[in-house]
């Protein structure tokens, strides 16, 4: 399992904190990275080439090659396992949705963003213990 990422889109300018999630095909920016601590310097670059207020989206899947992505893949990606939003003075805020969608009742509809009501801030610039203590958060 690898980690696919897409640079989301602000969209709306009323509502601040909504970001478009496009697809791997669609978006600005894509990554497939192999560990989740790599998605914190490709977003750090992108921050640099895209400006400082960006939204990105990763989900785990199974891949081997951007250009040769499984089409399941590309037609069920959605903003449904990670989003990261960069902030001011460097830090990275990271929601998980992951558990949020597990017990849900409802169908999922990937057209639908919503919260995570307890975000993790990751400081780019702390050392590499902290950032793989929140990675293995992530992942754990």
């Known amino acids: 399992m690898r980690w696919l990422m897409t640079l ?3 969209t709306r300018p009323h509502a601040a904190d909504f970001a478009a999630c496009p697809g791997p095909h669609e978006a600005r920016a894509v990554a497939l990275v192999d560990d989740a601590a790599d998605l914190f310097p490709v977003l750090l670059e992108w921050r640099r080439a895209y ?3 960006l939204t990105a989206y990763a989900n785990r899947v199974e891949a081997s090659d951007l250009e040769d992505l499984p089409s399941d893949v590309v037609e069920q990606w959605g903003p449904d396992e990670l989003r990261l939003d960069t902030l001011p003075g460097g830090y990275i805020k990271v929601s998980d949705y992951r558990d ?7 169908a999922p509809n990937p057209n639908v963003l919503v919260r ?3 975000p993790v801030a990751v400081r780019p610039e702390a050392a590499r213990p902290p950032e793989r203590r929140a990675v293995e958060a992530l992942e754990g």
């Open 8 to 10: 989301g889109e602000h």
């Open 51 to 53: 400006g400082t207020e």
């Open 100 to 106: 949020q969608h597990a017990g849900s009742a409802l």
């Open 116 to 118: 995570h009501p307890l």
